[in-house]
Every structure is written in C-alpha cells, then in structure tokens.
C-alpha cells in the first residue's frame, strides 16, 4: 500500500489549497428536460463541495441517468445551469465538457474490449495528446515522444489500480470486477475535477462490490476527487456517501445528510410503496 500511495502522489492530483474543504465543485440550478410532453427532469438541483463522495438515488425511472446525461453534454437543457468550478459549461459539447474537467463511466460497462488494457487508458489521455496529425502520420519524433509519455502515465495509472500486470491483455479478458476498475481508471486518465459513476457496482458479487468500494474512497481520497454516483445498492450508498439527493418522477424529493435521507419516510416511500 506504501508503494501504491507513492505512485498515486505522482499520478494523482495535487491537494487542495486552501479551500477548507467548502468551495464547490459543482452547482446545479433549476436543470430541466422533456421529451415529446414528458418532463424527464424538471427543475433539477444540488451542490457538491470539492473532495466530496454524493450520491444520487431514486427508482427506476426516476431521471437520474438522464442527469448524468445532461451534465455531460449527451443532452442539452430545456432550461437550467450547470456550474463546474464556477465555469458555466450548460449546453457544451461532450468533449468540451470532458476537457472542462467531467468524467465519467456507464451502467453497461463500455470499453474497447478488442484493445489492450493500456491502450484502454491511453485513449482517456486524449487530452493531453502533444503532438499534431502531421507528426503522427510520418511518426515525427514529437510523435514518438508524447507516445511514450502516455506509455508511461498509462502505466502509473495502471499500477495506482493494480492492473499494472494486465496491461497488455485485451480489455474483454479481464474478470468483471477488474473491468470496472479499468473503466474508472481510464476516466481519471482525462484528469478530471468532478467523476461521475453510474452504478458502478451493477452486475458484481458481494466480493467484487466491497472490493469496488475500496476503490471508490482509495480515488476520491488519494486523487483529492469529487465524486457523484448513481448507486441502487443502499449498502453501498450508506457506507461511502456523505450526501444525498433523491430523484423521484424527474423532481428532487429530498437531499441531505446519508443518515437522515435513508431514514425519510417520503423515501421509503418512493422506494417501497405505501
């Protein structure tokens, strides 16, 4: 673990700096969208501080997908503000968002499963790709330099998530639950400020859940992350999140404090009925 923290001190992000830990990361106000006559978020809103592990719940249906959507430019807004470190990024293209600082992963794990587990990491640091379509091309020596620095983040990135071993297997050969891992792994490739994960755990045993939510608080602490989930999983979501924000029929129920959220009686009642 010694050794893994010092690669993460040289792969992650620095420490915050005075910020006390307030400062936020992320503010959404009144964020809506219909489809056809069908409000599928309707007036949406919360507030993450830097460094802070939320999450977001709601049945089936409830519309949190389609926030994730919208936060990442998959869909525009019918109304509303999205507010990444103070930087208005509402109606932005995806990749302009990514580059702004938002990653994030699928419910339906989506990798290049006929690519290597580096070249998997290497294609989230696209954004730090130093050399121009010329220069690749007739593989000019600035080509062949920035391909090597991304050889070598890839690989800090790989051990920091102990697949540093699998590196060159195809992604689609790797067991489930490292999968997922490779997945987070290369979104913190795109060096993010805010990482959405939906639904990580979805499809994992018992074993490769409590395995995952080691890594969810190993990012969020040693890359100093801000971390928004969407998670059905309540043990999960009651052991690594410290806010909550409910979505029912597109529409907030109700935010707070883990604790309080999961015991609100409007809560249960979305969740199980009368």
Known sequence: MAEKQKTMEQAGRPAKNGTGG??????????SIAFGGLKAVDGFHIQIEKEQLYGL????????????????????PDTGRILLDGDNIT???????????IARTFQNIRLFKELSVLDNVKAGLHNHCRYSTAEGIFRLPAY??????????AMELLKVFD???ECNYKASNLPYGKQRKLEIARAMATDPKLLLLDEPTAGMNPNETAELMETIR????????????????MKLVSGICERLTVLNFGQVLTEGETSEVLNDRRVITAYLGE
């Open 22 to 31: 307030a400062a936020l990361a992320l503010e959404v106000k009144n964020l």
């Open 57 to 76: 719940i709601g049945p089936n249906g409830a519309g949190k997908t389609t926030v994730f959507n919208l936060l990442t430019g998959v869909y525009r």
């Open 91 to 101: 109606g932005r293209r995806t990749i302009e968002i990514n580059q702004a600082g």
């Open 144 to 153: 062949f330099k920035a391909e090597k620095a991304m050889d070598e983040r």
């Open 163 to 165: 697949l540093d071993q």
């Open 218 to 233: 190993f990012v969020r602490e040693h890359f100093h992350m801000t971390i928004l989930l969407i998670e059905h999983d």
